[in-house]
């Protein structure tokens, strides 16, 4: 070790939290454990990894990057781009996460956008890059990323090969300290029109939502999170909302760390067995495709804890992976709030509960995590009652929130009405405080001033055996404000009408599960129900479609 | 529920870090966990306990307490007292916790310092604020608090007691967003000489610190200290560094907390099985008392995890209490750090580890916590290597730091030279970043350029079988700087010179563990050897006598 002697500092007790100090904890906690390529197999310890962050910081000063300068980021999820998701904010530049399944117009107008100036590139989408370069308007150099032994011919100039750079330059760094509100990173979100819109996180907002996840996925030993001995394979791309943060737990808590490269439902699995995975997190449709997974139908499953976001955990998934012996667990948030708001919350006594009981409590969006005030609202914006029953707009105030959209303050001053951060979904909050996201805001039907929840409507009309999918709809109506109306689809040799719908909802109207004037006022059978680019039901399109 | 509506805020999206954020999810986790009044058998779900709080907080604003106004607390450890930690500085006052033990004069000492505006006083501190009130220059008025039906009768007028002023008031207020560097605490410490010295800490700091420790005491699943199926008491005064901080982090996490009032080892023994206690904090002497307590010896213990700090674990008591299945960790900190700064820390492997490795790693001072930048500096302020041998003292940052002694900046100055938090103690830190503290720097003998701790040699002469107890002080000398010397009281009989202790020691110098300059130049035996008040071994006046 090098000898440093104390200097002094002005205000010495002011500490500005910063990602730096996450490295503290790793190497003292990290003991004898990995952080794993799993798509390269190369495997570094805690020191090696503090070493190669201080070797790429020096290989971007020398690149020229400088405070409050961007570093874009094309990679699959590995242990480089752990390495990124430190070296790059620890010297004061802006870390681009960049989506790489937008489309290539999509990818150039985040890019100049954000103004990158420094773009580490993985050779999956160099081709990419040599298409639109051109178009990129304040890119001054690139890094060539890859997995085989010689990086692919990049069609223009590039900097250097990572492992090359990183090699020639010193393992040493002396991290600055600085505002703990400088801006650490950015990324993209899409909406179903128009640009995407950057939100941005800062230092302190990391690391606050880091100590506070790092508890939240401890705290509960009816839940298995993250312990000490956990091994961590996230299964949400790090671009995504940083891999919704827990890259940045695992390695505070120095635990063994997994990084798949890219997703196949195989890949996974024997990643889970050979490195003895315990956590992970994941959309809906990943852990669908582990569960079915042809090859790993007699795979015992038990000991792999997986959290869910993204979308709604269906009780259907849930149970079937529970069946298989996974622990499923709901997380609710959106890259507007970094993202944790809530968790799926087990009780002391959850070895008690039945399987339906368990499938119920790990499908809600579950209880708010510390630091974080959550309220419903009416359209008026006053608060409503925590009864299971009251729908609101799910308003939020916590540490860890975007502070508005990148250079675009208008649509930041929206997300942030009156001092709350407006996420855009209706829901219902138990007395025990447990959130159920109902609905989208845009999709809630407003009906003779009551909110009734499409999907709640949705839900029940597909409970009848001849439907094969249904969208739900509020159109505007003189007498009510809005009233519901239905799309279907229904399967081969079958035919539905309203009457039907009627009679099928009228049950459920009796045992007050909904009330009357839920009933759709029309009925409209489609062959294909619309859907975006994503795969999601299109509500703006067969609204278009209903009044037209 | 009151219908509130969403307020507008400046900035929405800067959120103060402040103590009244830990209830907001001590009420969601909170579920039927109660909090116990071990004393008066009160018992509170933490619904209750929140409009207890706000019910405190309209006493305390009807009393006329103002934003920075101080309150003070003169309780045992109680529920209410728990309700103060929050209410006063949730408000904006300052809460001062008083050290009851203080001597009369100590304590008018402090309560001037502090300036305290309002006094919370049990019954039995009555006689005492009689005996001393004229002599209390800022106090402007008294709230009694009592265990028993009635209150003693105060020779002074007082504004009412406790329980029947919150009977009287409203359960409902709304605290406000302030500054998060606004102190939320202060208390005082005592050294051997001079008045006692004010810490502080602010909103922002007691957060930190609580979100930091409810991590640390979480996510290791080979210790198990707070999990949500944890019932903590404490075993420190509430008044001591707030009962190292563990009451907020118990609240946040919404555990069953048992408040034990005074501290007797049969009462205490009776709270561990009645409530079924698994997690409480203490010193050495009460782990002491409690293990040897004669009405405890068939007592299962097993499921106690009791972490202990304010003085050494030895490892005698240490494997005393395992033997008797209590789980017992080091922590380490001082009233000026908040105090936590490290925690010894189990290997993922632990259970395979012996007696006597369990004892080692559990009587160290352990790894330094997240956010704790640690480091060991010589007399010139140079880093020290970590390899477990080199000494120097211990300096911090982190940021849960007091800023300095209250209204004594150049006392503050000498704390904070150079930018680290000086703590006085000198350590060794190893490989693995695991610390030990070697001795107190006033106390270490620096001779010809090295530094020997003094312990280390007690440690080793304590082990000759004639040896009652030794203290050994370094004095001046001209050639070495400084000379280790040594006084010692002997067994009934028995008779020990300088050549004895000399021969003694030579094993140790052979085997290397010790230097032989350690040997000390004189060897003085007395009758007693001079303790301070609370009975610590005075090195003060040890050098004096041998000086003389």
Redesign the interface.
């Known amino acids: ?1 090098p ?7 002005a205000d ?2 002011q ?1 500005p ?1 910063l990602i730096k ?2 490295l ?2 790793s ?3 990290g ?1 004898d454990n990995e952080i794993v390529g799993g798509n390269n197999g190369k495997r570094y310890s805690y020191a090696e990894f503090y070493q190669r962050v201080q070797r790429l910081a020096n290989v971007l000063t020398e690149a020229g990057v400088k405070e409050g300068d961007t570093v874009a980021v094309l990679d699959w999820d590995t242990p480089r781009y752990l390495e990124c998701f430190f070296a790059i904010p620890m010297i004061g530049a802006v870390l681009h996460t960049v989506n790489v399944r937008l489309a290539p117009e999509q990818i150039v107008y985040t890019m100049n956008h954000a103004e990158d100036d420094i773009v580490l590139v993985h050779d999956d989408f160099v081709p990419l890059l040599a298409q639109v370069k051109d178009q990129l308007t304040t890119v001054k150099g690139y890094i060539q990323v890859t997995d085989q032994e010689q990086a692919v011919e990049a069609p223009f100039e590039v900097l250097g090969e990572y492992e090359q750079l990183l090699a020639g330059a010193l393992a040493e760094f002396d991290f600055p300290d600085f505002d703990e509100n400088a801006v650490a990173t950015t990324f993209y979100t899409t909406g179903t029109t128009g640009n995407p819109k950057g939100v941005f996180f800062t230092h302190r907002q990391l690391v ?1 939502h880091t ?2 996840l ?2 939240t996925t ?5 839940m298995q999170m ?4 956990s091994v961590y394979m996230p299964i949400t791309p790090m671009f995504h909302v940083h891999a919704w943060g827990v890259p940045y737990v695992a390695t ?2 120095g635990l063994k760390q997994v990084y798949p490269g890219r997703y196949d439902p195989a890949t996974l699995v024997k990643l889970y067995l050979t490195e003895k995975v315990t956590f992970s997190h994941c959309v809906p449709t990943i852990l669908q495709m582990i569960v079915s997974n042809e090859g790993a139908q007699n795979i015992d499953f038990s000991g792999w804890n997986v959290l869910i976001g993204g979308s709604a955990l269906t009780e259907g998934l849930a149970s079937a992976a529970l069946d298989r012996g996974i622990q499923v667990y709901t997380g609710y948030g959106m890259s507007e709030t970094c993202p944790l708001l809530s968790t799926s ?1 087990l ?2 006594n959850a070895n008690d509960l039945s399987h339906d009981e368990q499938v119920a409590l790990r499908t809600k969006a579950g ?7 959550m ?1 419903i ?1 009416d359209a ?4 409503l ?2 009864n299971g029953e009251d729908m609101g707009e799910v ?1 939020v ?3 860890w ?4 959209y990148l250079k675009e303050p208008e649509k930041g001053a929206e997300l ?6 407006h996420t855009g979904d209706v829901g219902s909050i138990d007395a ?2 447990t959130l159920q996201i109902r609905d989208r805001i845009k999709d809630v039907i407003k009906t003779g001033g009551e909110w009734v929840s499409s999907l709640d409507i949705e839900n029940l009309i597909s409970q009848h055996p001849d439907i094969e999918l249904t969208a739900v709809v509020g159109l505007p109506d003189d007498e009510w404000g809005e009233r519901p109306h239905a799309m279907i689809s229904v399967r081969p040799g079958k035919d539905i009408n309203r009457d039907v719908i009627a009679s099928h909802l009228q049950p459920f109207i009796d045992a007050g599960q909904i009330e009357k004037w839920a009933i759709p006022d029309t009925v409209t059978v489609v062959e294909d129900i619309p859907r975006t680019s994503v795969g999601k039901i299109d509500k703006k399109v067969i609204r278009q479609m209903l009044q037209s």
Chains 1, 2 share one sequence.
Not at 218 to 222: A, E, L, P, R, Y
Not at 367 to 372: A, D, Q, S
């Open positions: 070790m000898v440093k002697t104390i200097k002094p500092t010495a007790y500490y939290l100090q996450l503290l904890s190497q003292r906690y003991g606050l100590m506070t790092a508890a401890s705290m509960n030993d009816s993250l312990q000490a001995s505070m808590m919350w009780p002391i209880k708010p995590v510390p630091f974080v005030d309220q609202i008026n914006g006053r608060f009652p925590h308003v105030r916590t540490p929130l975007t502070q508005g942030w009405e009156n001092g709350w951060l025990d405080y």
